[in-house]
């Protein structure tokens, strides 16, 4: 069921364990058939520790029984986190944050726009993170930290992240896209860059009913000029290289048209071959391209590939706009991974990893939710809200203080801030080798001086 937005934040601020009731974590465990004994740490008290954890920024575990009012040792908490099941924190996500999604109601045109991306974040090397995730290829042999990749799926209306699929380092995004299309419904938009732009996706959203606006992969050639010949029948002689491999239909504007794209002979690694052989065998899409003028981005001239092939209802000035409304999936995942300090986890088994990640998701929607209370009282989009200012809010208020207004960020259009830091850190040498070595070459200098 589904609160309405100043009710929820209500209830959460009242009691920010409300939002996951004692009874409903009760209720899945016995679901699962998971059996426990009445004691300081069972599972509502964990996972309600577990939460508090990560939303004062990841705090240490020897921290936790002081801002719970209880005793028990950092050890203990440990214990009684790890024999929490997986499958318990997966579905107590699906209830929250589906509780949490159903409070906004706005549209882009009609639709539900959702923005992908993908990102990584560390983690303690231990041998099984090593195992399951991996580390840079850059990184020497017990220098380095296990490295997980990322999938984001973020609601573009509110900012709340709806999901996350966990993988080993060198995974490509589109490797675990079909776990996104499961939160996706026919009519939806979905927004990401290059990295998403394959006919293959393509055609999967197409066979879904679901629209895909990505920005076209460098490896594409495209041609503006009207009536051009295309290579796709014979890229393999001289005649058909460096043509475009898409089939011209018809002029839109000087910068846009619609074409035919063909499906490629090979399957794509994250498709099976019964998957790729129900395909359709070609697809109407549309190319445009729109000029770039703002300071601080790196291109001027950006090239697009969408299913939106109605001129009429979605023009140029539209899809151009909307796609540079991607660049706050980056903002959203700074969110996560900074503010909130998702960039390092701390758990060391690769269980607790994704229970670790689910209860980030979990908090950052909290923090969105107030943004949206915030965004309707205080008649503002809700992306000119603080985040850390709602953040302080939800953590750091008295349960029974008003919500008050919060932090608004100013209208700065143009505004260019190069990434740089000018405090200098501290200037301690880089591990090279493994500790051992220097532990050893430490000792037997100081046998070699005695």
Same mark, same amino acid.
């Given at each position: ?26 209720? !899945?465990? $016995? ?5 426990? *004994?009445?004691?300081? %740490?069972?599972? &509502? #008290?964990?996972?309600?520790?577990? +939460? ?108 709340? !992240?709806? $999901? ?5 380092? *060198?995974?490509?995004? %589109?490797?675990? &896209? #079909?776990?996104?299309?499961?939160? +996706? ?266």
């Amino acid at each position: 069921m589904a609160l309405s937005i100043s009710k929820a934040v209500a209830q959460i601020k009242s009691d920010v364990f409300s939002i996951v009731p004692s009874d409903v974590i009760v209720a !899945l465990c $016995r679901e699962l058939k998971y059996h426990w *004994r009445e004691r300081c %740490l069972g599972p &509502v #008290t964990t996972i309600q520790a577990f +939460l508090l954890q990560v939303l004062h920024g990841n705090t240490a575990c020897d921290h936790l029984p002081h801002l719970m009012g209880k005793k028990f040792t950092s050890e203990a908490y440990c214990q009684a986190r790890s024999r929490l099941l997986l499958e318990l924190f997966q579905r107590l996500l699906t209830a929250v944050c589906g509780a949490l999604h159903g409070a906004a109601s706005d549209r882009w045109r009609g639709h539900r726009v959702w923005l992908i991306d993908g990102t990584t974040c560390s983690m303690p090397d231990t041998p099984a993170l090593q195992r399951t995730f991996g580390q840079p290829g850059c990184q020497r042999k017990g220098c380095g930290f296990p490295v997980a990749h990322l999938l984001a799926l973020f609601n573009f209306q509110t900012g709340m !992240l709806i $999901r996350v699929a966990a993988a080993p380092l *060198r995974t490509h995004d %589109l490797s675990l &896209v #079909t776990q996104m299309h499961e939160e +996706l419904a026919a009519g939806d938009v979905i927004v990401g860059d290059r990295a998403f732009c394959s006919y293959a996706h393509l055609a999967m959203l197409f066979q879904a009913g679901i629209h895909g606006l990505f920005r076209i992969h460098q490896a594409i050639t495209v041609s503006f000029r009207p009536g051009r010949r295309h290579g796709a029948r014979r890229s393999k002689q001289k005649a058909g290289r460096g043509l475009p491999k898409s089939r011209y239909i018809r002029r839109l504007a000087r910068t846009d048209q619609i074409v035919e794209y063909f499906k490629p002979k090979q399957c794509p690694v994250w498709m099976t071959g019964d998957q790729y052989a129900q395909l359709p065998a070609t697809l109407q899409l549309r190319e445009l391209r729109y000029r770039m003028s703002q300071r601080g981005f790196r291109t001027r001239e950006v090239l697009i590939l969408t299913t939106l092939i109605d001129a009429a209802s979605y023009s140029t000035h539209n899809l151009a706009a909307l796609y540079v409304k991607r660049w706050e999936v980056e903002t959203n995942l700074k969110h996560l991974k900074q503010t909130l300090r998702m960039d390092v986890l701390h758990t060391k088994s690769p269980d607790n990893i994704i229970k670790e990640l689910a209860m980030y998701v979990l908090v950052y929607n909290l923090v969105r939710l107030v943004m949206l209370d915030a965004s309707n009282k205080q008649h503002v989009p809700v992306d000119r809200i603080s985040f850390i200012d709602a953040l302080r809010w939800l953590r750091d208020s008295p349960n029974s203080s008003p919500p008050g207004e919060l932090i608004t960020i100013p209208r700065r259009p143009g505004r260019f801030e190069p990434r740089v830091r000018k405090r200098r850190p501290k200037e301690f040498p880089v591990m090279m080798q493994p500790r051992q070595k220097y532990r050893k070459r430490k000792t037997s200098t100081c046998s070699a001086q005695s």
